[in-house]
């Protein structure tokens, strides 16, 4: 029998090769099979510290890393969908381990002409860019690959000043779809009368009509749990003043209602250019006359569990913030209490985003949603982040 000889250092180098090529091929495999973005559970450098909440209540990062997120949406299967307005980027996002901290973020396209606007309705997503609504059937079926959309309606118009869309199904099952104006201040339905509206229609774009009428710029809506009225924020006109015009908090009790603009803003300033052409005393009133500027967008009444009772009594509203003040305004999460449908206070739930003495800020919310368990979500566009707020009942010291 030959005597054989075994090169030791060969072998090791040989099995370290065999197991580097290997690692490359399943290397390679996973990363095929990845979303275009993932991360693991998020460590925000945003100084969250600096927010301020009543008692009781935590604001925790969410999901970090989402840039330009707006509008929210809630699939079945806990999918959170979210759109974008300058970014032209529709995301999706997953808590797959339900610790209420994200860990999973796909980037569905980024091909979209301003898709702000996003809704969720028996399985299929729903994205309003400016002038068409794109509909992909059974979604979260389809994240890693996104298929091609059914186009609802594509004949919107197409002016971009105020053109992003905030969409939402009501208890009708109707999909409403806001045009705003295409200006400052104009009268724009002279040249389509949709501009300056909130219109309703079918999930599948038929019947559409003008549900409300005389609307500037509303980026949010939602309905009263009770009553099943919608209920909108309104966006002031610019330049005239630090002051005035005051955005609006309004409700529609009933379909072709007129708000006011461009003849009256808030119910009493009459616009200096539109006014004289018709008395405030011929419009909707707003339910509450909303801080100058503060650019109110999403609205949301809270029905969870969590937060204390009374908090069923309000409105809650993001400020997105202002952009042309001399002093910020905005920056914060308001609320309006009410009282059988009549605003009786106008308060603050959480700021801090906005440093009032150095007036930078670091934030600026624009929508909110509520999860199974009652905790707030809340969007945010400039830290580029979701939050999520959640109360547990402060502990009471006990007395010896």
Request: aromatic share 12%; charged share 25%.
């Amino acid at each position: 029998m030959k005597n054989m000889k075994f090169n030791i250092p060969a072998l090791v180098l040989l099995t370290i090769l065999l197991l580097g090529q290997s690692c490359k091929e399943k290397s390679s495999n996973e990363a095929e099979s990845k979303p275009l973005v993932q991360y693991d559970e998020p460590s925000s450098l945003l100084p969250i510290d600096k927010l301020r909440l009543p008692d009781g209540f935590k604001i925790e990062v969410y999901a970090d890393s989402i840039d330009g997120a707006r509008s929210m949406a809630m699939g079945d299967n806990g999918t959170l969908f979210v759109g974008t307005r300058n970014e032209n980027t529709v995301y999706a996002i997953q808590d797959r381990d339900h610790d209420f901290v994200a860990d999973r973020t796909i980037v569905l396209d980024t091909t979209m002409e301003v898709p702000n606007g996003i809704a969720f309705k028996d399985g299929s997503l729903y994205v309003a860019e400016v002038s068409r609504l794109l509909k992909f059937p059974n979604i979260e079926s389809h994240l890693d690959s996104l298929p091609e959309p059914e186009i609802i309606y594509d004949d919107y118009p197409d002016k971009f000043h105020h053109g992003w869309k905030y969409i939402a199904f009501g208890p009708d099952d109707k999909l409403y779809v806001p045009v705003g104006a295409p200006c400052n201040i104009c009268d724009s339905t002279v040249v389509d009368e949709r501009y300056a509206t909130i219109t309703r229609m079918n999930p599948d774009g038929t019947d559409r009509e003008i549900y409300a009428k005389g609307v500037r710029n509303s980026v949010g809506f939602t309905w009263h749990p009770n009553t099943k009225e919608l209920w909108f924020t309104d966006n002031g006109r610019d330049m005239l003043g630090n002051d005035i015009p005051p955005c609006e908090l309004n409700r529609v009790t009933e379909v072709g209602q007129h708000f006011g603009y461009p003849y009256c803003h808030g119910g009493v300033v009459k616009d200096p250019e539109f006014g004289n052409q018709k008395p405030c005393s011929d419009f909707i009133a707003p339910v509450q006359a909303l801080g100058a500027h503060v650019a109110p967008l999403g609205v949301k009444f809270y029905t969870g569990k969590m937060f204390p009772e009374k908090y069923k009594d309000y409105a809650f509203i993001a400020e997105h913030g202002s952009w042309n003040r001399s002093e910020k305004v905005g920056y914060k999460i308001a609320m309006v209490k009410l009282e059988n449908n009549k605003a009786v206070a106008y308060e603050t739930f959480l700021d801090g985003w906005l440093d009032e003495a150095s007036q930078e800020r670091f934030g600026r919310p624009v929508d909110m949603l509520f999860l199974e368990d009652g905790s707030m979500l809340i969007s945010d566009d400039y830290g580029d982040a979701i939050y999520r707020v959640s109360y547990e009942k402060p502990l009471v010291a006990q007395v010896n």
